[in-house]
C-alpha cells in the first residue's frame, strides 16, 4: 500500500481511506448481492425440492431438471424454443449488428449528421419493448393493419400476409422488429470504436494505394474486433433473455403455434403457469439457462481478449 | 442486451425496494383500528370496482361496523401476487380463487380456511358446482363459487335478418346458414386462432354431443375410455368442418380483433363464453344480440344440444387472516341469494346459487340454455390439475390444425400422451 502510494504519488492521487472505499462500494455490493447473488443462489436451491404453491416439501435432487426433459410437451418445447433463441440470434447478429455496422462507417465522419441520424436510430430503444411489440401487432394485424392496407392501396395484395399469424414469418418478423429497436445500440458501440482509431492509418493505406473497400475491410474492421466481439457477446446474452418482446407479440405460448417460443417464455410457463410444483420446475430451468449463458459468454470472452491480444 | 438486462434489475430491485417500503403501511390498514374492522378483499376484476362497491355497501349496511374494501389485481398477474399475499403479512382476508386446478396450489399449500366446518351454508349450490372449489387432496371446499360460465354461439339478430336467418335447429341448417352469410360477404364466425386459449371452448361449444359430453366423462374418469376413443377422435374432426368459415388466416386474428369483428358488426356470430356479454352489450349498445346452442352434429353420441359450462371464481378465507370470523361472516353471505342476485344484476355473471334469475334477457336466455342441458367444459373441468394441462394441450393441437400441420388422430394422441403423465383414471 505505502509502496504503491510512493511509487504513483506523482501520477495518481493516493487511493483513499478504506472506510470512504467501503463507504462508497457498500451499497452496491449490498444491492448486488439482495438482488443478483441472493436470488441465484435460492433458485439453485428450489430447483432441489419439490414445492406445493409456495411451500417447500421434501428434496428431490435432480427430480425437477429431469422432469424438464422428460415430460411431454415440455421435453419438445424446451428443444423448439432453445432452437428460436439460436435462430435469434443468428438473425441478429445477421440483420442488425451488420446494419449497426454499415451505418455507423457512413455516419462517422459525417460530424452534423452524425448526431442526429445517432439520435434518431436510438431513439426506440427508449421505449419498453412491450410497447414496441404490441405497436407492432397492431400494424401487423391482418384485418385492421396498417401495413396490410398499404400493400393493398399500391395494388400489392399479394404482400399482405397474416405477417405474425403465419409460423412461417412470425421469427422473422420478430428479428425485424428487434432490429428495429435496437439498430442504435451496435451503431453507438461502433460509431465509439471508429472514432478511437488513428484517421492516419487510413490516410496511409490510401497514399499506399488501397481502395476505400481494402482500406475498410483490411484496416479498419480489424482493429474493430473488439468492439465486434463486445457487441457478439452482447447480442447473445441478451437473444437468450429474450422475453418482452416475444411475449408481447406471441403471449406466454409463443404463438403462432409456438413459432416463437423462446427460453424466457417457456421459463414464464413453468413459473407462473405451472401448476402445483411449479417453483421446482421453473428454478430447474432458471438454473440450465443462467450456467448456459454464462458459460458461454464467459467461453466467448476469453477467446475474443485472445483475439484481440494476437491482433495488438 | 446486457445494458437491458442490468436496467430490468435495478428496475425490478427498485420496484421490490418499494414494494418492501409499502408493506407496513398496507398492512395496518388491513387491521382492526379502534372499534371497526376492515376486510380486504381481492380479486382479479379490476373492471368490477364500482359494482362490489355497491354490493359490499349493502353488507356494510347490515353488519355495523364492519368495512369492506374491495382490492383487484390485474387478472393475468393475479394468481402470482395472490400466492404471495397468502404467504406473507398484508394478504387479504377474503379472497377470490380460481376453480379446479387453479386452487390446488393454494389450498395444498395450507393458506386457506376449509368452509365446511365453519357454517358456511351451501345447501342452495348444486354439488357439482362446489366440486370447482374443492381440494383435490383431502376433498375440503375451500370457496364459495359465485360466478359460473356458460358457452353460447351469440348472433347478430340484424345480420340474421337481413339474410333471411333464423337460429338454426339442425346441424344442416348451421352450415347452410354459415355458408349464406359467407357468400354475402360476412364472415360467419369471428373467432381467434392466434390466442389459442379460445380453441379449446369452441371445440366443447360446437361437438360436445358428438363425444357424449358427461357419459363420456365419467368413461374417462373411471378408465373406460380415454381421449383416443373414436368418438372424441371424431369430435375434433368435426371442428374441420366448421373452421372454413372462420375469418381468413385466423391463425393471425388476436383476441381483440376477434370481438371486434363482432362488435363492429362484421361477422354475424361469435362462438363464445357468458363472461364475454357484459363488453359486448358495453362496446356496442345497438348491437342486436341473439343466443343459441349449437345442435347436436352427424353422428352425435347425444341426439341434443349442450352448453358447456364451468365454475369460474369463489370466494375463500385467508388462514392467517387477523379478522377470521368477520372474514367468514362475509363469505357466509356470499352463499346466499342476496349476494347471488346482485353478483347477477351488477356484475352480469351466471350465479349458481338456487334461485337468482338474471334481469338481463339475454344473460337468463344462456342461464336457461345451460340449466336445460349442461355438459362440462371438459378439459378446464377436470384436467387442469397436473402438468401440461388438457386445454393448454387441445388449444395447442387445434391450432397446428388451423395450421393445417396436424389431424384429430395426431391431437388426440397427443392429448392422451400428456394428460397419462400425471391422471390416473378411478383414483
Known sequence: MTARRGRGATTRRPAPPFPVLAAFLVPALVLYSVFVVYPLFSALQYSLFEWTGTVRRSFVGADNFVALFTTFPLDEQLLSAFGHNVVFFLGTMLIQNTLGLTFAVLLYKRHITRRVFQTLFTLPYLVSPLVVGYLWVLMLRPQFGVLNAMFDAVGLESMSQPWLGDPGTALPVVILINAWQWLGFPMLL???????????????????????????????LPLLTPAIGTVTVLTFIGSFNLFALAYAVGGSKGDPAGAIDVLGLVFYRTAFEGGVNAIGVSSALAVLMFVFIFGVALVANRFLRRREAELS | MLTRSKLGIVTLGLGVALLAACAPSTDASGGGEGEGTTIEVWSWRTEDVDEYEKIFDAYEAEHEGVTVEFKPYVATEYDTILSTGLSAEGGPDVAQLRAYGGLQPLCEAGRLVELEGEDVDTSAIPDEVLGGARCESDGGLYGVP?????????????????????????????????????????????????????????????????????????????????????????????????????????????????????????????????????????????????????????????????????????????????DQEESLELVRWMATQDFGQMVSDELKQLNPVEGVTPNDPVLQEISQLRTDSPTPYLLLQDFRYGEPTGTDLMAAGLQSMLLGDADADAISADLQKGIAQWFEPGA
Open chain 1, 190 to 220: 461502433f460509431g465509439a470504436a471508429l472514432a478511437s482509431i488513428p484517421e492516419e492509418y487510413e490516410a496511409a493505406a490510401r497514399v499506399d494505394g488501397a481502395s476505400t473497400w481494402q482500406a475498410f475491410s483490411r484496416i479498419t
Open chain 2, 146 to 322: 359465485f360466478a359460473s360460465q356458460a358457452l353460447v354461439v351469440y348472433y347478430n339478430k340484424a345480420i340474421f335478418e337481413e339474410n333471411g336467418l333464423q337460429e338454426p335447429e339442425t346441424w344442416d341448417e348451421l352450415m347452410a346458414s354459415s355458408q349464406t352469410l359467407q357468400d354475402a360477404g360476412v364472415t360467419p364466425y369471428a373467432v381467434t386462432g392466434k390466442d389459442n386459449w379460445v380453441l379449446p371452448m369452441l371445440h366443447d361449444l360446437f361437438t360436445a354431443p358428438r363425444y357424449g359430453g358427461p357419459e363420456f366423462e365419467q368413461a374417462v374418469q373411471s378408465g373406460e375410455k380415454d381421449f383416443t376413443d373414436p368418438d372424441y377422435v371424431a369430435s375434433i374432426e368435426t371442428m374441420e368442418e366448421i373452421t372454413p368459415y372462420f375469418p381468413e388466416d385466423v391463425v393471425g386474428v388476436d383476441y381483440a380483433t376477434a370481438q371486434t369483428l363482432f362488435t363492429s358488426e362484421r361477422a354475424a356470430m361469435y362462438p363464445g363464453g357468458s363472461f364475454e356479454l357484459a363488453f359486448f352489450q358495453q362496446q356496442n349498445p345497438d348491437l342486436d344480440l341473439g343466443v343459441f346452442a349449437v345442435p347436436p352434429p352427424p353422428g352425435a353420441v347425444v341426439e341434443e344440444s349442450m352448453t358447456p359450462g364451468w365454475v369460474d371464481a369463489s370466494f375463500g378465507v385467508n388462514s392467517t387472516s387477523p
